[in-house]
């Protein structure tokens, strides 16, 4: 199980090195709107391609989720599309500058603890509800509780952090 765990961690390694790499390409070229309908796209053939699946799940050879799995090649254009596009926005609104600045220290440890969030909540939601049946609302829903818990353990462990590790002085530093 741990060996699993720190496999599917390192398939994550793409994702750290598209999100370094993308914004010096000449793909970070492209409007916002084109990076928006990608990501609309791709979202859309996610949701029409797992309820087909879902429907025709004792006839495909392969699990019905799995176009919604992490590794999807729509999940992956999807992901990429978000990125650039949110890589390409000026935030003008003062209430919004703000949410940015206090999630934005916190984003590479939500990103991190994110994965352990997502299987204890799924596991939470398949125990309540039956989620192929609910995928309209359900991947939604999980997705905001997980994004705000994994935001909540990140604050708590910087929090943490800050008590336990004290950071240097710049006449520390100096010497």
């Known amino acids: 199980m741990i060996v699993a765990n720190l496999f599917s961690c390192v398939l994550y390694l793409g994702y750290f090195i598209l999100g370094y790499s993308l914004p010096k390409t000449i793909l970070s070229r492209l409007k916002k709107f084109v990076w928006f309908a990608i990501f609309a796209l791709s979202t859309a053939a996610i949701y029409f391609f797992t309820d087909w699946a879902l429907e025709n799940r004792m006839e495909i050879g392969f699990k019905p989720l799995y176009f919604y799995d992490y590794l999807s090649i729509f999940v992956v254009i999807a992901a990429i599309a978000l990125f650039m596009m949110f890589t390409s926005i000026q935030i003008k609104n003062h209430g919004l500058q703000k949410i940015s600045r206090a999630i934005t220290p916190h984003i590479f440890f939500i990103y991190f603890v994110h994965l352990i969030v997502l299987r204890y909540v799924t596991e939470i939601f398949a125990d309540m509800i039956p989620i192929e049946d609910h995928l309209s609302w ?31 002085t710049t006449e520390e530093t100096r010497l």
């Open 138 to 168: 359900a991947i939604p829903v999980m997705s905001i509780i997980i994004f705000i818990l994994s935001y909540i353990i990140s604050f708590l462990f910087s929090a943490l952090k800050s008590i336990f590790i004290k950071k240097k």
